[in-house]
C-alpha cells in the first residue's frame, strides 16, 4: 500500500518569489555540504525536495553552531536564537520579506506540511550536548543523544514525506536514525578523538579495554575490532528493524529513505570488513556507488 495523503502538501498556491529564492539558497546549501543526505532527497518531486532541503539547511546551521571554533557561552548564545527562530515559526509570524532564506523556506514549508517543529528542539539539545562536551557511560545515555541529533531528522522528514502510520513510523524513523547515527560514530571514531571527544560508551570501552581511546592506537591489550564488531552488530540491528518504515512510505519518499539508508548501510558493512580502517581515518564510498546507491533505492530495491 503506498503512502497516505497525510504529509502531502496541505497548501497547493504557487511558491512566492522570496520562498522561491530562499529554498534556491537551502537548495545549494544542501547539495554542497550534504555529502550523503543529498543523493536521497533528489529522488523527490519538487515540493518535497524544497521542504527536505529547508529542513537540512536548518540542522546544518544547528550542528555547524556546535562544531564552530567559538565559546561555550557563544554558542549558547545562538542555540538559543535558534530556539527564538523556531517560536517564530510555530507563532506563523516571519515576515515574508526576512532576509534569512532559512527562516522564509521553513515558513513556507510548515504551511504547506505538518513538520513537527518540536523536533529541531530535540536536535538543539543534542548539540548542547556536544558543547557541554558529555561522554557517555551507558548505552542508554548514548540512545538518548542518537535520538536527539539523528531521530529527530527522521521524524522531521516524515513530516514531509506522510506516513501511512504515523505512530509507528516515528518510531522506526527513530530507530533507522539510531543505525545512522552509530554508523557515523564508527566512522569517525578517530577524528572525534582527536577532537577530544568520546561517544561509544564508557561501559562498552572498558569492556574491551579501550579506555584510553583512539587519538593514537590503542594500546597492546586492546580489542578493538571487537569493540568495533560489537557496535556494528548494534547499528545492523537498529538498521534491520528502522527500514521496516519503507512500506509505509509512498513510492518517492521509499525511494528517498532506502538511498539515504542504503549509503550508510554500505558503510558499515564497509566498516565490519575493515574494523582497523578507522583508526587510518574516515571511511568513505566513492560518488559512483552513491549514486549507483540512490538509483537502486529508485528502482525499488535495497542496494545493501
Not at 522531521?156 to 524513523?173: H, I, M, N, W, Y
Not at 512510505?249 to 525511494?255: E, F, I, K, N, Y
Not at 548501510?265 to 582497523?276: F, K, S, W, Y
Request: with cysteine.
Amino acid at each position: 500500500m503506498e503512502g497516505s495523503p497525510e504529509g502531502s502538501a496541505l497548501v497547493s498556491q504557487p511558491v512566492s518569489p522570496q520562498a522561491a529564492a530562499a529554498y534556491r539558497y537551502c537548495e545549494a546549501v544542501t547539495g554542497a555540504q550534504a555529502r550523503n543526505f543529498s543523493y536521497g532527497i533528489r529522488l523527490l518531486p519538487a515540493s518535497k525536495r524544497q521542504a527536505m532541503s529547508a529542513i537540512y539547511a536548518l540542522a546544518r546551521r544547528i550542528d555547524d553552531i556546535g562544531d564552530g571554533d567559538w565559546s561555550t557561552e557563544r554558542k549558547a548564545e545562538q542555540l538559543g536564537r535558534t530556539r527564538e527562530l523556531l517560536n517564530e515559526l510555530r507563532e506563523g509570524g516571519v515576515d515574508p520579506l526576512d532576509t534569512d532564506p532559512v527562516k522564509l523556506a521553513l515558513a513556507d514549508s510548515c504551511a504547506r506540511f505538518p513538520i513537527p517543529l518540536d523536533a529541531f528542539d530535540e536536535l538543539i539539545d543534542g548539540v548542547e550536548m556536544d558543547v557541554r562536551g558529555t561522554e557517555y557511560q551507558t548505552f542508554d545515555q548514548l540512545r538518548v543523544y542518537c535520538r536527539c541529533v539523528a531521530g529527530t531528522v527522521g521524524r522531521l522528514s516524515l513530516g514531509v514525506f506522510g506516513c501511512t502510520d504515523p505512530k509507528r513510523g516515528a518510531e522506526f524513523a527513530d530507530t533507522l536514525g539510531l543505525g545512522l547515527q552509530l554508523t557515523n560514530i564508527l566512522r569517525d571514531v578517530r577524528e572525534d578523538a582527536g577532537n577530544g571527544r568520546t561517544y561509544l560508551p564508557a561501559e562498552d570501552l572498558a569492556r574491551f579495554g579501550c579506555e584510553q581511546g583512539f587519538a593514537g592506537r590503542p594500546g597492546p591489550d586492546a580489542d578493538f575490532r571487537g569493540l568495533v564488531l560489537f557496535e556494528a552488530r548494534r547499528a545492523q540491528e537498529y538498521f534491520d528493524e528502522g527500514l521496516l518504515l519503507l512500506p509505509m512510505l509512498d513510492r518517492r519518499s521509499r525511494a528517498c529513505v532506502a538511498a539515504m539508508a542504503g549509503i550508510y548501510h554500505r558503510l558499515l558493512q564497509r566498516i565490519v570488513r575493515e574494523p582497523e580502517a578507522v583508526l587510518r581515518g574516515r571511511v568513505s564510498l566513492p560518488a559512483w556507488e552513491k549514486a549507483y546507491v540512490a538509483f537502486a533505492g529508485l528502482a525499488g530495491g535495497r542496494a545493501s
